[in-house]
Nanobody, 126 residues
Framework: QVHLEESGGGLVQPGGSLRLSCVAS????????IGWIRQAPGKEREVVSS????????HYLNSVEGRFTIDRDNAKNTVILQMTSLKPEDTAIYYC???????????????????WGQGTQVTVSS
């Protein structure tokens, strides 16, 4: 069973930065993608960013493009989401999730992710 554990959330002022980490353990061999998915109160889940395990292809939600950066360390089974220029509308629970389907247009839908972490709260407020 794949296990994902997030860390790094917290409270930050608008314009600030946070770094989220996701460590994957268990049978993670093969081609998969890891995504950061967020859910704000009263809103649907949205895939913020994803990265391919095979070749490092990346995808970003339009609203975070240029502010967030996703990266991976395959040796450590870790995926990092560096968030800068944070806005109040970035406030949400951020989940790390993994899809075993590899890389394709499905990575933009949270329903295609098979394994999920417990989530970490990110609050952007003055």
């Amino acid at each position: 069973q794949v296990h994902l554990e997030e860390s790094g959330g917290g409270l930050v002022q608008p314009g600030g930065s946070l770094r989220l980490s996701c460590v994957a353990s268990g049978p993670t061999s093969g081609h998969y993608a890891i995504g950061w998915i967020r859910q704000a109160p009263g809103k649907e889940r949205e895939v913020v960013s994803s990265i391919s395990s095979k070749d490092g292809q990346k995808h970003y939600l339009n609203s975070v493009e240029g502010r967030f950066t996703i990266d991976r360390d395959n040796a450590k089974n870790t995926v990092i989401l560096q968030m800068t220029s944070l806005k109040p509308e970035d406030t949400a629970i951020y989940y790390c999730a993994l899809t075993t389907r590899g890389w394709g247009p499905w990575i933009m839908s949270s329903s295609n992710y098979d394994h999920w972490g417990q989530g970490t709260q990110v609050t952007v407020s003055s």
